[in-house]
T-cell receptor, first 116, second 110 residues
Framework: EAQVTQNPRYLITVTGKKLTVTCSQNMNHEYMSWYRQDPGLGLRQIYY???????DKGDVPEGYKVSRKEKRNFPLILESPSPNQTSLYFC???????????????FGDGTRLSIL | AQSVAQPEDQVNVAEGNPLTVKCTYS??????LFWYVQYPNRGLQFLLK??????LVKGSYGFEAEFNKSQTSFHLKKPSALVSDSALYFC????????FGTGTRLTIIP
């Protein structure tokens, strides 16, 4: 089954404790992206990757890191989490590599992070 | 800068009635437009997209959307609502990047 898998689905942690949210897709997609969803703000892009070893900042990259060492994986790293990073996070992938591609994005089921 | 607006946070419709979820956009050039749906505890799922051509686009689950260039709108519609259509709906516009609206919660009342 074609899917984007995120782990963990839920995490409660404390300020400053490094964490990683993993994302893996099995569709051989070149493009992957991370979003955060906050009430009243919709989805905002954090980082995206157009291919292996190619990453770039989205609209709200501060406090986050990403890496793309393999095509299927695109982990999101919070080096020193803070309470304002409490949010619902989504990983997405699509077939085409461009930000301007009209290919639909496939989303994971989300990771709810609470930073105390 | 591009933007997309969903003017209604919440829309309530009786089961069996037609439904409309509104979306307007602002972008230079010709946009690509999308609708996504989000069910509880799930990620967004693609419903339909407008690229070019016919202004009425048909998508999944009986949904359709009408592109109106003069009004810069892309409203989502369905002729007869089902309780299972209750979800959060996002409009998105693609130009140099994909920008999402803030979402509209659709509740279908039995």
């Amino acid at each position: 089954e074609a899917q984007v898998t995120q782990n963990p689905r839920y995490l409660i942690t404390v300020t400053g404790k490094k964490l990683t949210v993993t994302c893996s897709q099995n569709m051989n997609h070149e493009y992957m992206s991370w979003y955060r969803q906050d009430p009243g703000l919709g989805l905002r892009q954090i980082y995206y990757s157009m291919n292996v070893e190619v990453t770039d900042k989205g609209d709200v990259p501060e406090g986050y890191k990403v890496s793309r060492k393999e095509k299927r994986n695109f982990p999101l790293i919070l080096e020193s989490p803070s309470p304002n990073q409490t949010s619902l996070y989504f990983c997405a992938s699509s077939l085409s590599r461009g930000q301007g591609s009209n290919q639909p994005q496939h989303f994971g089921d989300g990771t709810r992070l609470s930073i105390l | 800068a591009q933007s997309v607006a969903q003017p209604e946070d919440q829309v309530n419709v009786a089961e069996g009635n037609p439904l409309t979820v509104k979306c307007t956009y602002s972008v230079s050039g010709n946009p690509y437009l999308f609708w996504y749906v989000q069910y509880p505890n799930r990620g967004l799922q693609f419903l339909l997209k407008y690229i070019t051509g016919d202004n009425l686009v048909k998508g999944s689950y009986g949904f359709e959307a009408e592109f109106n260039k003069s009004q810069t709108s892309f409203h989502l519609k369905k002729p007869s609502a089902l309780v299972s259509d209750s979800a959060l709906y996002f409009c998105a516009v693609l130009n140099e990047k994909l920008t999402f609206g803030t979402g509209t919660r659709l509740t279908i009342i039995p």
